[in-house]
């Protein structure tokens, strides 16, 4: 099918509950090596931040992977990260010029498919402002093909994942490209126990629930499991309940999911006070400001 938004649209259920999984950093512990050895060397070489690559790995890794924004699509993650550069004090004392993110934001504003197609598209039809943000994402991709393989699920996720298509539809909800999620869920067998694996090139974790499961399962009985507070907001605005991954602590967060927290989904005991905790440990796992703002 050419539009695979329809495809979602279309799929119906088999089975009484629906659950979405987050991937990276969620099922896989890919997320230190995407971002520290792929994406924050090509943000430095592609924006010119030698000068201040130290200020700009802390940005990226802060707005990538230790904040409230964990998790979010490349591009807005790219926006903040040159902002937070923007503002720092030390970036201004060397006299460092930041890009412009107009172009970036106003594209982001009006594109739900936030992906390498959709951008080519948008440069291909004039908007040369976006030449830079496109070839420093085309070498991203690039270098996580060439960097990322071999990093098998966290434990206990396989065998939680068996436990789950025995009464729930599953489906892979991500911002990751779906060429990469593709060959990462092959590499490793679980993709087969998939409904769908959703990339950004379908849209945002929010739409993938909606289309995927809004109006075909009763709300308590759809469940999204993630490592980021965008994972949470997608849940939430489908009505649907939500199991974190806590960020460094994602072993103990599958071993209490597979122990315990799926057979509450299943017995409908899950919601309420029991979720309501596990969502406040984890909005205390990662910080909205960045130490140096909160230190100055």
């Given at each position: 099918m050419s539009d695979p938004v329809q495809a979602l649209k279309d799929l119906?259920?088999?089975?009484?509950?629906?659950?979405?999984?987050?991937?990276?950093?969620?099922?896989?512990?890919?997320m230190e090596v995407k971002h520290k050895e792929c994406f924050t060397p090509m943000f430095v070489?592609?924006?010119?931040?030698?000068?201040?690559?130290?200020?700009?790995r802390e940005a990226w890794d802060f707005v990538n992977l230790y904040s409230k924004t964990r998790g979010v699509n490349r591009f807005p993650a790219l926006s903040r990260a040159l902002k937070l550069l923007r503002e720092r004090p030390e970036v201004q004392a060397r006299g460092v010029k930041i890009p412009d993110t107009t172009a970036l934001?106003?594209?982001?504003?009006?594109?739900?498919?936030?992906?390498?197609?959709?951008?080519?598209?948008?440069?291909?039809?004039?908007?040369?402002?976006?030449?830079?943000?496109?070839?420093?994402?085309?070498?991203?991709?690039?270098f996580i093909e060439e960097m990322v393989y071999g990093v098998p699920p966290f434990p206990l996720f396989r065998e939680s994942l068996l436990r789950m298509v025995e009464k729930a539809d599953v489906i892979v909800v991500s911002q990751t490209p779906t060429e990469a999620?593709?060959?990462?869920?092959?590499?490793?067998?679980?993709?087969?126990?998939?409904?769908?694996?959703?990339?950004?090139e379908m849209?945002?974790?929010?739409?993938?629930?909606?289309?995927?499961?809004?109006?075909?399962?009763?709300?308590?009985?759809?469940?999204?499991?993630?490592?980021?507070?965008g994972d949470f907001k997608a849940a939430k605005a489908n009505g649907a309940l939500f199991?974190?991954?806590?960020?460094?602590?994602?072993e103990a967060s599958w071993k209490r999911f597979y122990e315990e927290a799926l057979e509450r989904f299943f017995k409908g005991t899950?919601?309420?006070?029991?979720e309501q905790k596990l969502i406040a440990d984890f909005d205390r796992c990662l910080p909205e400001h960045p130490a140096w703002e909160r230190r100055g």
């Open positions: 119906q259920p088999t089975k009484e509950f629906f659950i979405g999984i987050d991937s990276d950093g969620c099922v896989f512990d890919t070489k592609h924006f010119n931040l030698q000068p201040v690559s130290k200020y700009a934001d106003e594209w982001i504003a009006r594109e739900t498919k936030l992906g390498n197609a959709t951008l080519k598209k948008e440069v291909e039809g004039g908007n040369t402002a976006l030449k830079q943000v496109y070839e420093w994402s085309v070498a991203v991709n690039k999620l593709v060959r990462e869920w092959q590499e490793h067998d679980i993709a087969r126990h998939v409904r769908v694996i959703c990339g950004q849209g945002t974790k929010t739409e993938h629930i909606k289309y995927a499961a809004g109006g075909k399962y009763a709300p308590e009985k759809m469940l999204m499991i993630g490592d980021a507070p199991y974190p991954i806590n960020p460094g602590n994602e899950y919601a309420g006070e029991y």
